[in-house]
C-alpha cells in the first residue's frame, strides 16, 4: 500500500470530497507544514506603530486583528488585511506583554507593565471612564514579563512577575488586590524571578514556568493551592550540565498544539525541545486519582475571599476547594529524567534568540539579534533558511492562528507580516554560517 500523500496539491484534489470548512483547514495546515512554502516567506506588509520597541506581540483568536505592546506605554491593535491602527496608552509605564482575551468579540486587553502593575482595558465601553483600564496591583513593583489567557476561558488570566509569583485574576470582579502583599490570588511561587509561561493547549491543566534561574517547571492547575511557602511542581526541566553552564534565563516558551512537547529558548543559548510526555510520564498514574477540577473554580473560589470576615477561615476553604491528591510525580520522583528531543543551533557568531515558535507540525522559527528569523526544520535540527529584515533585531515573533502568515516586530516600531509570495527559496540564498 502506497503512503497517502499529505501535500497542498492533494488536499486541493481532494477538497471537493470534503465539506468546504474543513477543506479550506485541511488546506491551511498543508501550507503551514511545507517546507517549500515556508522558504518562500516574504515581506507582505507593514505597520509602523510610532511607539518605539515593541515587546510583545499577540493574534485575536479569529486572526483578524494583532496586538502589540511597547515601551512607549502604547498597545496597538492592527489590522494587517486594512491597515487600520488604533492606538492607545498604557497610563502606566512601559507595556511588556499584552494579550486579546478569547471569546471576547477583540474587544477585551490584559496588560503588564514593568513596574509591577497588570491592566485590563475593555474597549467597547460606552463611556471614556469606562474605558480606562482597571488596574491591579497585586505584585511587587518589579518587571511582569507574562500575561497569560485561557483559551476557553473569557474572563480569566495569569501572570508571571519577576517577584517569583503567579497570579490568577478574573476581570468579572472588581480588584481583590491593592498591594503587594496581598495573597489572595498567587497560584504559584517559584525560588526565582519569572520570565516565561506557557498553558498547555489541549487540557489546559498545565502551565510550564520558566525563571532566571534557566530552570522550566510544570504544574498541574488543579493542584495547585494558596500558599505562602513555595509551590510543588509536578516536574523540572534542567538541560544537562554538559550542554549548557552556567544556566541562562528563560526568554520563550511555547507547548506544541498536542501538548506533548515543549520548546525552550535561554537567552545567549541554544533552542531545546523537550518530550514532556516522557520526562513527565508518572502523570499517567497520578492523572487517574485527580479529581476534574476547572481553573475557573478556583478563580470563583478564590473571589469568595474578598466576601469572608474570617480570611483563616476562607483560605482553607480555597485550599479544600482546589485541591487534590498529590501527584506520584511529586511524591517519588523529586530528580525526574529530563528527554531532550532536538537540540537547535546557528553558527553565525553571537546569535540569541528571544522568541521561538512553531510553525505547524514540521518547523521552528526564532527571532534573534542580527536581525533576522532563523527558520529549523523541527524534527532534523537542519537550519533551512533565514528571514531578513532591514535593521533591527527581532524580539517577537507571531504565527497566524490558522493562515501562513506570520508576523514580527523588534527593536524599532514596525511590525512587520510575511507570506510565502517569493518566486525563489531563501534557503539557495542564505544559509547559517553566513554573515546576515
Not at 511555547?254 to 531545546?272: G, I, P, R
Request: proline share 5%; with cysteine.
Amino acid at each position: 500500500m502506497h503512503k497517502q500523500r499529505q501535500g497542498v496539491f492533494h488536499q486541493i484534489l481532494h477538497s471537493q470530497r470534503k465539506d468546504s470548512i474543513s477543506a479550506k483547514f485541511e488546506l491551511k495546515k498543508s501550507l503551514r507544514n511545507s517546507r517549500y512554502y515556508l522558504e518562500r516567506m516574504t515581506l507582505w506588509t507593514y505597520s509602523d506603530t510610532q511607539s518605539g520597541r515593541i515587546n510583545s506581540l499577540s493574534w485575536s483568536t479569529d486572526g483578524q486583528l494583532i496586538l502589540s505592546a511597547s515601551k512607549g506605554k502604547h498597545l496597538s491593535i492592527m489590522n494587517p488585511f486594512t491597515g487600520a491602527i488604533n492606538q492607545f496608552r498604557s497610563m502606566k509605564s512601559n507595556v511588556l506583554c499584552a494579550r486579546f482575551l478569547p471569546l471576547a468579540t477583540n474587544s477585551q486587553v490584559v496588560a503588564s507593565t514593568d513596574d509591577g502593575s497588570v491592566m485590563y482595558y475593555d474597549l467597547n465601553a460606552s463611556t471614556e471612564e469606562g474605558r480606562s483600564p482597571t488596574i491591579f496591583n497585586c505584585h511587587e513593583q518589579c518587571y511582569i514579563h507574562q500575561v497569560l489567557v485561557i483559551p476557553s476561558l473569557p474572563h480569566v488570566f495569569f501572570s508571571g512577575s519577576l517577584d517569583s509569583t503567579v497570579r490568577i485574576f478574573d476581570v468579572r470582579h472588581k480588584p481583590h488586590c491593592h498591594h503587594a502583599h496581598d495573597m489572595d490570588n498567587i497560584i504559584i511561587k517559584m525560588p526565582e524571578g519569572i520570565t516565561a509561561m506557557s498553558l498547555g493547549s489541549v487540557s489546559q491543566n498545565y502551565i510550564a514556568v520558566g525563571g532566571e534561574a534557566g530552570c522550566v517547571r510544570i504544574y498541574d492547575l488543579r493542584n495547585t493551592k494558596l500558599r505562602r511557602s513555595l509551590t510543588v511542581p509536578v516536574t523540572e526541566l534542567n538541560v544537562p550540565p554538559e550542554n549548557k553552564s552556567p544556566p541562562d534565563t528563560v526568554t520563550s516558551l511555547a507547548y506544541d498544539q498536542y501538548e506533548k512537547y515543549l520548546l525552550t529558548n535561554y537567552f545567549n543559548s541554544d533552542v531545546y525541545l523537550f518530550d514532556v510526555e516522557k520526562t513527565n510520564d508518572s502523570n499517567a498514574h497520578c492523572n487517574k486519582h485527580m479529581e476534574q477540577i476547572e481553573v475557573e473554580a478556583a478563580v470563583i473560589a478564590a473571589n469568595r475571599l474578598e466576601q469572608e470576615s474570617d480570611s483563616s477561615d476562607s483560605s482553607e476553604g480555597y485550599e479544600e476547594a482546589i485541591t487534590t491528591k498529590p501527584c506520584l510525580g511529586e511524591q517519588n520522583n523529586p530528580n525526574p529524567s529530563v528527554y531532550i528531543e532536538h537540540q537547535y543551533r546557528c553558527t553565525i557568531p553571537d546569535t540569541y534568540f528571544r522568541d521561538v515558535v512553531f510553525w505547524g507540525d514540521n518547523h521552528i522559527l526564532g527571532g534573534s539579534n542580527n536581525t533576522t528569523v532563523h527558520i529549523w526544520d523541527r524534527h532534523t535540527t537542519e537550519h533551512i533558511a533565514l528571514l531578513q529584515d532591514v535593521t533591527s533585531p527581532i524580539k517577537c515573533v507571531a504565527p497566524h492562528p490558522s493562515d501562513p502568515i506570520l508576523a514580527t516586530a523588534g527593536t524599532d516600531s514596525v511590525v512587520r507580516f510575511w507570506m510565502p509570495l517569493a518566486e525563489k527559496s531563501y534557503a539557495e540564498n542564505l544559509q547559517c554560517g553566513e554573515e546576515p
